[in-house]
């Protein structure tokens, strides 16, 4: 089925461990973005990308870095967990023209302890 | 900068009875605004959009909302709960310029009561 994958779903990190959260879209969209959900905070926008080889900050990127070698895929990297970064992430994309109307993948849950 | 602001972190109905989901931007451009429903452990799902043609929005699932830039509202209604529209809700705006990046507000739980 066409979409946004993301893997892992759930995921357990001790502090200081790292890791990579997967995103992979098969709809040749150009822009892809990564969230992070809180409770009661909405969904905060951490990195984004209009394409393969540029990608840019979003407003709470601290702590996370990512890449942009292909259209398809957008990994998001922790490289010191933290409990702070305990969250709900989600990745999503857009074509150029696509007006907002993102496509979401279902969510990594991560709990740093 | 651009933000938004739902009133009302939690909204109760009955089955049958009005949504009224609200919903307040504030953008130095004309914006682009969305609702977006998330089931539980789910992704957000597009319910409608506007994007400066029509400012009465009809959605999926018998949603619309009514753009007012005179109020900067774009709050979300449905005549006749189901127990199926049991969600969160997040209202969101871009910046048509801005590589469609969109702010969210912080989400309205909705719960319906039989």
């Known amino acids: 089925n066409a979409g946004v994958t993301q893997t892992p779903k759930f995921r357990i990190l001790k502090i200081g461990q790292s890791m990579t959260l997967q995103c992979t879209q098969d709809m040749n969209h150009n822009y892809m973005y990564w969230y992070r959900q809180d409770p009661g905070m909405g969904l905060k926008l951490i990195y984004y990308s209009v394409g393969a080889g540029i990608t840019d900050k979003g407003e709470v990127p601290n702590g996370y870095n990512v890449s942009r070698s292909t259209t398809e895929d957008f990994p998001l990297r922790l490289e010191l967990a933290a409990p702070s970064q305990t969250s709900v992430y989600f990745c999503?994309?857009?074509?150029?023209?696509?007006?907002?109307?993102?496509?979401f993948g279902s969510g990594t849950r991560l709990t740093v302890v | 900068a651009q933000s938004v602001t739902q009133l009302g972190s939690h909204v109760s109905v009955s089955e049958g009875a009005l949504v009224l989901l609200r919903c307040n931007y504030s953008s130095s451009v004309p914006p682009y605004l969305f609702w977006y429903v998330q089931y539980p452990n789910q992704g957000l799902q597009l319910l409608l959009k506007y994007t400066s043609a029509a400012t009465l929005v009809k959605g999926i699932n018998g949603f619309e909302a009514e753009f007012k830039k005179s109020e900067t509202s774009f709050h979300l209604t449905k005549p006749s709960a189901h127990m199926s529209d049991a969600a969160e809700y997040f209202c969101a705006v871009s910046d048509p310029q801005g590589a469609q990046k969109l702010v969210f507000g912080q989400g309205t739980r909705l719960t319906i009561n039989p």
């Open positions: 999503a994309s857009t074509p150029v023209e696509g007006l907002g109307g993102y496509t």
